[in-house]
């Protein structure tokens, strides 16, 4: 109970006093066009009272919202009760409507601070119970307020215009006649808000008195039409406006209204104690004529409820838990595509935080997003003070809205958005005009109140638009001009109000002007420090400056601690750490390698650590001769002795002499080729006996040449930072330089740079130096400069098919795929069109199928012409051939994973296969006739049959009738697996598998005993011979003639030697089978014989 | 113990089985004293190198037969050396220069001119002239074959060309003028028959007469391939009888299975799979021109008249195209993709027609 006392008290005066607070911030964004009349009047007499005018101010910001009324109310309540209950009670109907809406938003407001998530799932529950109900409270909700806030604009507007024409003192009258035809049409919503307070402050009930309003409000809608039409009339020979050309009039009247601003504020000075009680007292009548009889019921009636909070309580829950239902089945843009979101000037939503809630009419959340960053804007995720505008679409948050109507800040919907995105652009040129105009010492002022004015006019425009689209080209027309009005005629009114907004808007311009002046500042920045390249101006000057390197795990931290420990860690006698050791402080070792891509800081980090811990730098780099000879008797006598540097700065004593060095090897991995040969080595062994710690740097630590040197150093690994670390670093540098980028370039160009800082910095002092910095050309710059990344052919592939490139892409582009390698890229792409699913009817298929096939012919020609003649400038053509004009036949997607070019296997295999048949055509080639191809495509399968067969039907008696086809051929034991080879088809089965093993193993025994006078020299032959062939050869074999054949046997001469003594046989025969004998005696009886022929 | 096809070589003009009008000719040829550069052409298996042989036997006597294997070494102009292997007599020299690839140039004139420029030893009772024999050489490239054609012209007095071909079309017309060509037609089947009948008189075995024909038709005309078909019937099965299956070459029928796999379906995921056969194929030697002449014997066999036209004209344009291109595979897979294309609509047609 007493919780929600205060949850219901507090929160109002808080209210009160945040509104008042923050007015002043406010002012300036919301245009007091809709100021009535009345009220400023009243407020001016007062005058300088700032917290009456906040609450005006506020009521006219929230006019969409109505709120003004409770802080009216809160403050005067007391007085209201006591004083003037009956009499004022019927005056003013159509700000009691604003009232009740008012506090239903309060409570909104604190229901859904202060229920938790909690509370929500057991509204959830009972939801079920309420839902009905609580949806149709809801839903009208929306709508009613939908309708109401144009038609309170109409009304303000209509007192607006009214008031100016009259004296003040007449005003209340008008007003009040008109709230006198509206408190007709109201007495039966009193009625009813009795009634259903009764029950409790049932929003429903709100609802119905509200839709009720909207329905008294067409009807002054109407009036109010009317009255327009005779107001601009009357208003023309006032003011002798055009409403179409309306500047310079503009001009004329701000200067009239001036000078009556200037008077009345003389006036106010003198009088402005006694105007103020008089105007309290009036704007107290006023007030209670507003809020008509319900609503102060209301009031009473929530004293009394803060006591009954039980059931109040339980209304709450479910109320949000409707709202949350709601949440879940809300739907997307109902008009999506509907409007188009206008160009405006580059940008013009500088300084606007904007939050987004509800859904939108028209737009998804993230186009909005998009142009909001785009014209420079920011996006919160959560109300704040910082937050400018809140876009609120269809079924806004509520929580959000009440915070937002609290902190003051101005509701607008996408209309409203769009306007102020068209309105820039005019915005700038009218104000450049105006400055032209004016020149003397006040108008400066002038010129910024109209500024203001004109921001103001958008602003009302904007809120006005949510009327239908139909009313809102007469509402522009009325509205501009009533803003007219209203400077030139209501001067005071908008004086007072305007003067706060001048010095904030004085100051924005300020801000502008510094922004806009920040080139010729940075140009003259740039003539200050000498043409400093911005990677040196910029360069971190300590370590908490370096991008990406802050926390405890950053290398920078570990590379420090590692320096400073490293003098303590030489005398304790470290274990060396398993390569796999987490957070290793590196203690073990003497020496760290930094590694990482370029442009990450590696140089730089080290550079500072070394500063920071007095470390005296020793560097070498690439630009130095590292070979082993040098850094021997060098460096390693550098590291040797003291430094004196600390003399040069004027140090003297002991510290001036240090042993603090720190020798650094900046691109170990360019340390390679004939310059620094045996650098490495060295390198090594001086790290292995270093009495300083040794920092060395390389990119890649995993490539070969660094293979032997990771072992010996302390792994740090640089990887890149992330985009927005850089993009941050990068925008304090653009504002510093004055340089206007839009940060999404900038995140653009940093991706675009592969996430290297000095890259980007590059890039963005190239930006820099170009005078035209038009956003959209500095994107389509970020953009183009990926351009530049190397695709690898895989990725190239997958583009040449891609029909989603193809549409971005020139012909130009896609010939540039092939040229990523242009020697693989016609391989590739006939190894893989087949895969593209192409994007096109299915009995199509085929047909483009043969047509990227022709194609690809095509360019086998070109490829052969090229190659043939060296005819390199028919590149191009191939390209066309070879992958465009396959890409575009078959432009659809990849279906299946890429595949490397299987040509160039078989390729190899095929050169193979010609290279064995070359052979046993040139052994053979004495006893057949026949070219290659007819060993390939006669003479293999039946010359192996008639090898092989024997062995397989007469097992070792048939080793005799294979070895006479082997000798009549000339051929050699291994040529017969290469004729198994040749003629050995996929799915047929190897013959020698066939053969017995023991078998085999005794034919190559024959074989190497009976070496035959070969008419060709054996050894020339085997020259081609690969080693993998022996070894094959080998694992056929019995294991117990491994010996032998692992013996360089197979070497004709040595076999000779062998088949000549006797020992073989005799070792032979104790291991071998009985058939073994007699295959040897047979074999030596078949070569005697031989021998005889 | 060689094979048949080998051990069966005729070895005199006189005792050729057939083309005999010819070897008649050439007999007299050599009688003269003038002999002129040979192109002798023919399709393989005909016994171009087996009259060849025969006439050199002719020339020399049977010194010829005495025969040795040498390796010899070139220098490229870029300093590549390069090795072929070289058969010789004392009396000629035979050599392949494709062996080498792109580097024949560079054999042709070396050899040629080493051999042309050295006079024969004992030229007394002997000819004048030594000869050269080079082999295929219609695969020669044309900066060879124009190497060759004035080495022949200058050492014309010295030595004798025999340049063997399987067709002259791709021989340059400046060597094809020099020479006296000769062509060397394939057997016809009565002739393969015959002499089928005659390799198995003299290996003891009695060949059924349809046998033989059978094995002829096979053969495609290869007297060559006849005779190591028959020996394989022979070791499959004997006594030989009159119906028994004539193993055929792997080759065939794996150009076989292609086709068949081609007109079985028609879509990017089967030609695929074809991909792999034709890539087998050439692994395997076979060479493309063959492969394209096989599939398209095969292929048309299903079509219509016209179908055969278009399928027939796209295939000799692919071929040619093969020809000028490096790598066959392409041609020859974009040939297979025609026909797809081509079938599938003439199926879709026909099957429209018949619903």
């Known amino acids: 109970m007493s919780r929600d006392i205060r949850s219901f008290f507090q929160p109002k005066k808080i209210q009160k006093a945040k509104v008042e607070e923050h007015d002043d911030d406010i002012i300036p964004e919301s245009p007091d066009v809709q100021i009535k009349n009345k009220k400023k009047e009243s407020r001016k007499k007062r005058v300088l009272s700032d917290s009456d005018e906040e609450i005006f101010d506020s009521k006219k910001k929230k006019s969409t919202a109505e709120p003004p009324k409770s802080k009216t109310k809160t403050p005067s309540k007391p007085v209201l009760k006591e004083v003037k209950a009956v009499d004022i009670f019927g005056s003013a109907p159509i700000k009691r409507t604003e009232p009740i809406v008012k506090k239903v938003k309060e409570k909104k407001k604190t229901e859904t601070g202060i229920h938790s998530d909690d509370e929500f799932d057991k509204s959830l529950l009972e939801l079920d119970e309420v839902e009905e109900l609580a949806l149709n409270s809801e839903l009208p909700s929306t709508s009613s307020k939908a309708a109401d806030v144009p038609k309170n604009d109409v009304k303000t507007k209509i007192e607006k215009e009214k008031s100016p024409i009259k004296i003040k003192e007449n005003k209340p009258d008008k007003t009040k006649d008109i709230k006198n035809e509206i408190k007709q049409e109201k007495s039966p919503t009193k009625v009813k808000d009795k009634e259903i307070k009764e029950q409790d402050k049932s929003k429903s009930v709100k609802f119905e008195s509200k839709s009720k309003n909207s329905s008294k409000m067409n009807d002054k809608k109407r009036k109010f039409a009317e009255f327009i039409e005779n107001e601009t009339n009357h208003e023309a020979e006032k003011t002798d406006e055009d409403t179409n050309v309306k500047k310079k009039k503009l001009n004329d009247s ?29 704007i107290d009548d006023e007030m209670n004529e507003t809020k008509h009889g319900g609503s102060r019921k209301k009031m009473n009636k929530s004293l009394n409820e803060s006591v009954l909070t039980d059931e109040e309580r339980h209304e709450r829950k479910m109320h949000s838990a409707a709202l949350y239902k709601n949440y879940l089945n809300r739907s997307g843009p109902k008009h999506l595509g509907a409007k188009e979101i206008p160009e405006g000037a580059p940008g013009c939503l500088k300084d606007c935080a904007f939050l987004l809630t509800g ?52 509701i607008i919907n996408e209309d409203d958005f769009i306007q102020m995105i068209r309105d820039s652009t005019n915005k700038k040129s009218k104000e450049k005009e105006m400055k032209k105009e004016k020149s003397p010492s006040r108008k400066p002022i002038n010129n910024k109140k109209e500024v203001n004015g004109v921001s103001k006019k958008t602003n009302s425009d904007t809120t006005n638009t949510k009327k239908s689209q139909e009313d809102k080209t007469k509402h522009e027309k009325t509205n501009g001009f009533g803003s007219k009005v209203k400077k030139s005629k209501s001067p005071e009114k908008v004086e007072t109000v305007v003067k706060k907004e001048i010095k904030i808007e004085s100051e924005k311009v300020k801000k502008d002007n510094l922004i806009s002046e920040g080139k010729p500042d940075s140009s003259k920045n740039s003539t200050g420090p000498m043409h400093m390249m911005w990677v040196d101006k910029y360069k971190p000057q300590n370590l908490k400056q370096i991008i990406g390197q802050h926390g405890d795990a950053s290398n920078v931290k570990k590379l420090s601690n590692w320096l400073t420990k490293w003098y303590v860690n030489r005398k304790a006698k470290l274990p060396k750490p398993s390569p796999w050791a987490k957070n290793d402080d590196g203690g073990y070792y003497k020496a760290a390698l930094l590694s990482g891509p370029p442009g990450v800081g590696k140089t730089t980090t080290v550079a500072l650590v070394c500063k920071e811990l007095g470390f005296d730098m020793v560097e070498f780099n690439a630009s130095d001769t590292r070979s082993k000879t040098l850094i021997k008797e060098q460096i390693s006598e550098l590291l040797n002795t003291t430094s004196l540097s600390a003399y040069s700065k004027g140090d003297t004593g002991k510290q001036a002499v240090t042993k603090k060095h720190v020798l650094v090897m900046d691109e170990v991995d360019g340390m390679a080729g004939n310059e620094d040969r045996g650098g490495l080595q060295e390198l090594i062994s001086l790290i292995k006996a270093t009495a300083v710690p040794i920092v060395c740097m390389c990119n890649d630590r995993n490539s070969q040449k660094m293979r032997s040197l990771v072992n010996y150093c302390y792994d740090l690994r640089f990887t890149r930072p992330r985009v927005d670390q850089i993009k941050s670093a990068m925008m304090s540098i653009c ?79 896609k010939s540039d795929l092939f040229f990523y390698d242009y020697s693989l890229a016609p391989l590739f792409v006939y190894e893989n069109y087949l895969q593209v699913a192409p994007h096109c009817p299915k009995n199509e298929i085929l047909d483009r199928m043969s047509k990227a096939a022709d194609s690809i012919s095509r360019g086998d020609l070109v490829d052969a012409r090229i190659r043939r003649s060296q005819a390199w400038g028919l590149l191009p053509m191939q390209a066309m051939y070879s992958s465009v004009i396959p890409g575009h036949h078959l432009s659809g997607h990849v279906a299946g994973q890429i595949q490397f070019p299987g040509w160039l296997g078989k390729n190899s295999r095929a050169s193979k296969m010609q290279r064995l048949c070359q052979e046993i055509h040139a052994h053979t080639r004495l006893s057949t006739s026949g070219s290659k191809s007819s060993i390939f495509l006669d003479y293999s399968s039946h010359l192996r049959d008639a090898i092989v067969n024997p062995l397989v039907k007469d097992r070792s008696d048939g080793i005799a009738k294979a070895m006479e086809v082997l000798e009549s051929y000339h051929l050699l034991r291994d040529d017969l697996d290469s004729l198994t080879e040749l003629s050995l088809w996929p799915g047929q089965r190897n013959p020698m598998v066939l053969i017995d093993s023991k078998v085999k193993a005794a034919m190559t025994r024959t074989y190497n005993k009976t070496a035959t006078a070969l008419p060709y020299a054996p050894a020339a032959v085997k020259k081609g011979r690969t080693r993998d062939d022996a070894d094959e050869e080998g694992l056929d074999d019995e294991p117990e003639d491994e010996t032998e054949d692992s013996d360089p046997e197979n070497d004709a001469l040595i076999k000779k030697k062998k088949s000549k003594e006797d020992k073989p046989a005799s070792k032979e025969k104790p291991s071998s089978s009985k058939e073994k004998p007699s295959t040897s005696k047979t074999k030596a009886g078949s070569s005697k014989e031989k021998k005889k022929k | 113990m060689s094979l048949w096809v080998d051990k069966h070589r005729p070895r005199d003009l006189m005792k050729l089985d057939f083309h005999k009008d010819q070897a008649a000719r050439l007999k007299s040829l050599v009688q003269q004293s003038d002999f002129p550069h040979l192109l002798i052409y023919g399709p393989s298996g005909a016994g171009k190198k087996t009259r060849i042989m025969c006439l050199l036997r002719e020339l020399y006597g049977s010194g010829v037969e005495r025969l040795r294997q040498e390796t010899m070494n070139f220098t490229t102009p870029s300093n590549k050396k390069i090795e072929i292997m070289t058969v010789s007599s004392n009396y000629h020299i035979e050599v392949n220069p494709t062996d080498v690839g792109i580097h024949d140039r560079v054999v042709i004139m070396d050899l040629v001119k080493n051999v042309a420029q050295t006079h024969q030893i004992d030229s007394s009772g002997q000819r004048e002239f030594k000869v050269v024999i080079l082999n295929e050489v219609d695969d020669l490239t044309k900066d060879a074959q124009h190497a060759l054609r004035r080495t022949m012209e200058k050492y014309v007095a010295t030595c004798r060309l025999i340049l063997i071909a399987n067709s002259i079309s791709r021989v340059i017309p400046a060597i094809r003028s020099r020479c006296l060509t000769i062509r060397v037609p394939a057997p016809t089947e009565n002739e393969i028959a015959s002499i089928l009948h005659l390799v198995c008189k003299k290996e003891g075995l009695s060949l059924p007469s349809e046998l033989a024909m059978r094995i002829a038709k096979c053969s495609d005309r290869n007297l060559r391939r006849a005779l190591l078909m028959c020996e394989a019937c022979k070791v499959q099965q004997y006594p030989f009888t009159a119906d028994q299956k004539v193993p055929e070459p792997d080759w065939q029928q794996f150009i076989r299975e292609t086709a068949s796999m081609i007109l079985s379906e028609q879509s990017p995921k089967k030609l695929g799979e074809v991909r792999q056969k034709l890539y087998e194929l050439i692994i395997h030697g076979v060479p493309p021109d063959m492969v394209f002449a096989g599939l398209l014997k095969e292929l048309v066999r299903n079509c219509d008249m016209a179908m055969k036209c278009q399928v027939a004209s796209h295939a000799a344009m692919y071929e040619h195209r093969m020809r000028l291109g490096n790598k066959p595979i392409f041609h020859l897979e974009a040939f297979v993709a025609k026909f797809m294309a081509i079938y599938k609509k003439f199926m879709e047609e026909s099957l429209g027609d018949a619903f």
């Not at chain 1, 000078?259 to 006694?274: P, T």
């Not at chain 1, 993230?366 to 609120?392: D, P, Q, W």
């Open chain 1, 359 to 410: 859904v939108l009419d028209s737009f998804e959340r993230e186009e909005v997003t998009e142009a909001i960053t785009k014209y420079g804007g920011c996006i919160k995720s959560g109300i704040s003070k910082k937050v400018t505008h809140v876009l609120a679409g269809e079924e806004a948050g509520p929580a959000k809205m009440a915070k937002a109507q609290e902190l003051g800040i101005p």
């Open chain 1, 254 to 282: 701000i200067t009239d209204s001036h000078n009556i601003i200037n008077k009345e504020k003389k006036l106010k000075k003198e009088s402005s104690n006694e105007l103020d009680d008089s105007n309290n007292t009036i």
């Open chain 1, 735 to 813: 504002f510093k330089e004055g340089l206007k980028i839009p940060p999404d370039a900038i995140s653009q160009l940093i991706v675009a740079a592969n996430q290297d800082v000095r890259q980007t910095l590059h890039l963005l002092s190239m930006w820099a130096a170009e005078p035209d910095t038009d956003p959209d050309k500095l994107r389509k710059d970020a953009t183009s400069v990926r351009k530049d990344v190397k695709l690898g052919p895989w990725e190239a592939i997958r583009k040449v098919f891609s029909a989603e490139n193809h549409k971005t892409m020139s012909i130009n582009d």
